[in-house]
């Protein structure tokens, strides 16, 4: 299936101090921008994740360790960045019956996330089970505080059904009224879905059309009748996120502390296609990274787009992972 990426028109402010290789580093956090020089373009910006052969984070890549291809011919990367910006995440909790018994290991999860994160993100909650509720008050739109994350953990009790599809979509909205440039999701569920107004594929074109990171993570036990990690695989994909199925519900703490230093370690990478044609065709992209030494390094992201006369999103896979 083709999911969507952001092909959007900005300008994007660039600090103007220029390093030694004459290029100028993408500022995404305005607070942090000086003196800014505007570009303006039809630009495809990416997230990538980059491990070596034993999955370690390789960090302190230049632009210039990077080969971005769109349907195999060669890109110039305009925008590059390897930094801590702030970044707006949503944490979608399932609480229906079925997470019952797994509900104080997902809040400890999602709190270990919190506490990971740097103190000027912007998190929001979303807690669902046949109906869909932000657990911040309606007068908070975000917070980085862990007392209360916290609270918009515990507020609602596991019961009733399911409405993934529903509380993603309404995740993906929210994540519109952000004011940082990277957005997220942490999904924690089983998968399955049995209330939802929305459709798997309304999801998937929804993520991809825009430019959010989602992560999900199954927990599944012998009681779980409608699990469905095909569904938590195929949504994470879509964005160049990853799927995690641990074995023992146990394990998600250690998977959001996890997912923290993932986000925390991403490039940034943009460019404007040489192929300017916006007649609706699909667009592959493929990212690779060298290393010290020419050692060859893994790379995940998108992994392609969909070039919409629309100018704004359209359809594309990713690289994404599943562990």
Same mark, same amino acid.
């Given at each position: 299936?083709?999911?969507?990426?952001?092909?959007?028109?900005?300008?994007?402010?660039?600090?103007?101090?220029?390093?030694?290789?004459?290029?100028?580093?993408?500022?995404?956090?305005?607070?942090?921008?000086?003196a800014t020089i505007s570009v303006t373009s039809e630009m495809v910006v990416l997230h990538a994740t980059v491990r070596d052969r034993e999955g370690r984070f390789v960090s302190g890549l230049q632009k210039q360790d990077f080969r971005v291809y769109e349907d195999n011919q060669l890109q110039r990367i305009e925008l590059f960045q390897h930094e801590d910006v702030p970044i707006a995440v949503g944490l979608v909790v399932d609480n229906s019956g079925s997470m019952q018994r797994k509900q104080s290991d997902v809040a400890a999860a999602a709190l270990a996330f919190v506490r990971s994160s740097n103190p000027v993100d912007e998190m929001f909650v979303v807690n669902f089970n046949e109906n869909v509720t932000f657990g911040l008050p309606d007068t908070e739109l975000f917070s980085a505080k862990p007392s209360e994350l916290s609270a918009a953990l515990m507020g609602v009790p596991a019961r009733g059904e399911t409405a993934l599809y529903d509380a993603i979509e309404t995740a993906l909205t929210?994540?519109?009224?952000?004011?940082?440039?990277?957005?997220?999701?942490?999904?924690?569920?089983?998968?399955?879905? %049995?209330?939802?107004?929305?459709?798997?594929?309304?999801?998937?074109? *929804?993520?991809?059309? $825009?430019?959010? !990171? @989602?992560?999900?993570?199954?927990?599944?036990?012998?009681?779980d009748t409608d699990r469905n990690p095909r569904v938590l695989k195929q949504i994470a994909c879509a964005t160049g996120?990853?799927?995690?199925?641990?074995?023992?519900?146990?394990?998600?703490?250690?998977?959001?502390?996890?997912?923290?230093?993932?986000?925390? %370690?991403?490039?940034?990478?943009?460019?404007?296609?040489?192929?300017? *044609?916006?007649?609706? $065709?699909?667009? !592959? @992209?493929?990212?690779?990274?060298?290393?010290?030494?020419?050692?060859?390094?893994?790379?995940?992201?998108?992994?392609?787009?969909?070039?919409?006369?629309?100018?704004?999103?359209?359809a594309a896979g990713s690289q994404g992972g599943v562990r």
């Open positions: 299936m083709f999911l969507a990426l952001s092909l959007f028109s900005l300008p994007i402010a660039v600090q103007a101090d220029v390093n030694q290789q004459g290029t100028a580093p993408l500022a995404l956090n305005k607070e942090k921008s000086a929210h994540l519109q009224k952000a004011s940082r440039d990277k957005k997220g999701l942490i999904v924690i569920s089983d998968g399955g879905d %049995n209330a939802s107004k929305h459709t798997l594929k309304q999801v998937l074109q *929804t993520a991809g059309r $825009s430019d959010v !990171t @989602i992560y999900t993570i199954g927990l599944f036990d012998e009681y996120g990853e799927a995690f199925i641990p074995e023992q519900t146990s394990a998600v703490v250690k998977i959001c502390k996890g997912i923290a230093e993932d986000i925390r %370690n991403q490039y940034t990478i943009g460019y404007a296609p040489t192929n300017e *044609t916006l007649d609706g $065709s699909y667009r !592959t @992209i493929k990212v690779t990274a060298t290393g010290p030494h020419g050692a060859k390094l893994l790379v995940r992201t998108r992994a392609g787009y969909i070039a919409s006369p629309e100018r704004k999103t359209t």
